[in-house]
Nanobody, 131 residues
Framework: QVRLAESGGGSVPPGGSLKLSCAAS????????MGWFHQPPGKEREGVAAISTAGGTTEYADSVKGRFTVSRDNAQKMLYLEMYNLKPEDSGIYYC????????????????????????WGQGALVTVSS
């Protein structure tokens, strides 16, 4: 059983930056592909950033490409999301998510973008982008 706990949410003006962190416990962290999912108010949850088990493969939603960076530290069992040039439409709850996956050290490894594949969810971190 993997437990995930996000931190780092908050309120920033447009153009601001935030860094979200997700601490994992239980299970073997490096045996899980990870993702960040965004749920705007009144809308469905969607994957915005994902990373493979070893970190060699990353994928981003078009809406955040060039502004968000996902990374992981397997030794510390941590997942991160650095967010720059934030826009009001980036507001919402950000969830850390995990799914078991064979360890893959290459650059074309599976990532977690589909909510239906998620096995473990964090409790979410609220991000508000407003002037």
């Amino acid at each position: 059983q993997v437990r995930l706990a996000e931190s780092g949410g908050g309120s920033v003006p447009p153009g601001g930056s935030l860094k979200l962190s997700c601490a994992a416990s239980g299970g073997i962290f490096s045996s899980h592909k990870m993702g960040w999912f965004h749920q705007p108010p009144g809308k469905e949850r969607e994957g915005v950033a994902a990373i493979s088990t070893a970190g060699g493969t990353t994928e981003y939603a078009d809406s955040v490409k060039g502004r968000f960076t996902v990374s992981r530290d397997n030794a510390q069992k941590m997942l991160y999301l650095e967010m720059y040039n934030l826009k009001p439409e980036d507001s919402g709850i950000y969830y850390c998510a995990a799914a078991r996956s064979p360890f893959c050290g290459g650059v074309r490894c599976p990532v977690l973008r589909d909510p239906d594949q998620v096995q473990y969810w964090g409790q979410g971190a609220l991000v508000t982008v407003s002037s």
